[in-house]
């Protein structure tokens, strides 16, 4: 049996009639974390919103859990297990960070990890402290970790992040890595997409990396750090 969960196959994707994605390839592994990088522009939400089928103009293959939603609706996809963070942060203002977990809650889903405000309490130390706070009265870091912490409250077979460490204080940034790190020792599956190969490097096992829609590097994070003229040509600003 693979332990390939999500495969993706010459995804093209259209904002109108521009097209955006060129026959973008990519897979994650059972409990590996993945990252997708490019510069500001390159491709990267559009790929991690149409794999979630928010663009409705695509074409290609998205397979996920053995099962094929590349024209599948979004809460279709969810209720399959795949989470997704978007890069703006769509928390409740008006709810605590308590209720905002209740509102993620699905029932526990076969091989993947359990999630509980206890579990999530251990990985965002922080938002233990402020059970009762409004979502309106936390930090950008803060509500970047309760959306990410809602999501996983939907105990998602693999979760999707999107820029997770932007805009993000360098003390944030550090505890949102480590937080990623113990997803992964969970067992989690994480695809995240990321300007910031700092960051990416200390969470991801493979990287792609994504110009103008088309993935231009598929291997290893390691391989990737040591690749001067790929990062040169791909990631340097």
């Given at each position: 049996m693979s332990d390939v969960i999500l495969s993706v196959e010459a995804l093209n994707s259209f904002y109108g009639r521009a097209h955006i994605l060129f026959d973008v390839t990519l897979e994650a592994r059972r409990g590996e974390v993945v990252a997708l990088l490019g510069r500001n522009g390159a491709g990267k939400s559009t790929t991690m919103r149409s794999i979630m089928g928010l663009i409705a103009n695509r074409s290609g293959s998205v397979r996920f859990a053995g099962h094929d939603i590349s024209r599948r609706q979004p809460h279709e996809i969810a209720r399959l297990g795949l989470g997704y963070v978007p890069e703006d942060r769509r928390i409740f203002t008006d709810l605590t960070v308590m209720e905002n977990l209740e509102v993620g809650r699905q029932p526990a889903r076969t091989g993947a990890p359990h999630w509980t405000p206890e579990r999530l309490f251990t990985?965002?130390?922080?938002?233990?402290?402020?059970?009762?706070?409004?979502?309106?009265?936390?930090?950008?870091?803060?509500?970047?970790?309760?959306?990410?912490?809602?999501?996983?409250?939907?105990?998602?077979?693999?979760?999707?992040?999107?820029?997770?460490?932007?805009?993000?204080?360098?003390?944030?940034?550090?505890?949102?890595?480590?937080?990623?790190?113990?997803?992964?020792?969970?067992?989690?599956?994480?695809?995240?997409?990321?300007?910031?190969?700092?960051?990416?490097?200390?969470?991801?096992?493979?990287?792609y990396v994504i110009e103008k829609g088309r993935i231009r590097y598929e291997g290893a994070m390691a391989a990737l750090r040591e690749d001067e003229e790929i990062r040169s040509a791909y990631l340097s600003l």
């Amino acid at each position: 049996m693979s332990d390939v969960i999500l495969s993706v196959e010459a995804l093209n994707s259209f904002y109108g009639r521009a097209h955006i994605l060129f026959d973008v390839t990519l897979e994650a592994r059972r409990g590996e974390v993945v990252a997708l990088l490019g510069r500001n522009g390159a491709g990267k939400s559009t790929t991690m919103r149409s794999i979630m089928g928010l663009i409705a103009n695509r074409s290609g293959s998205v397979r996920f859990a053995g099962h094929d939603i590349s024209r599948r609706q979004p809460h279709e996809i969810a209720r399959l297990g795949l989470g997704y963070v978007p890069e703006d942060r769509r928390i409740f203002t008006d709810l605590t960070v308590m209720e905002n977990l209740e509102v993620g809650r699905q029932p526990a889903r076969t091989g993947a990890p359990h999630w509980t405000p206890e579990r999530l309490f251990t990985l965002f130390p922080n938002l233990g402290d402020m059970r009762d706070r409004p979502g309106g009265r936390m930090s950008g870091g803060e509500q970047q970790m309760l959306t990410i912490a809602r999501t996983l409250m939907g105990n998602p077979s693999a979760i999707l992040l999107d820029e997770p460490s932007e805009g993000l204080a360098p003390r944030i940034t550090e505890m949102m890595a480590h937080a990623i790190v113990g997803l992964k020792a969970e067992g989690q599956t994480v695809v995240l997409s990321e300007q910031n190969l700092h960051f990416a490097a200390l969470v991801s096992d493979r990287a792609y990396v994504i110009e103008k829609g088309r993935i231009r590097y598929e291997g290893a994070m390691a391989a990737l750090r040591e690749d001067e003229e790929i990062r040169s040509a791909y990631l340097s600003l």
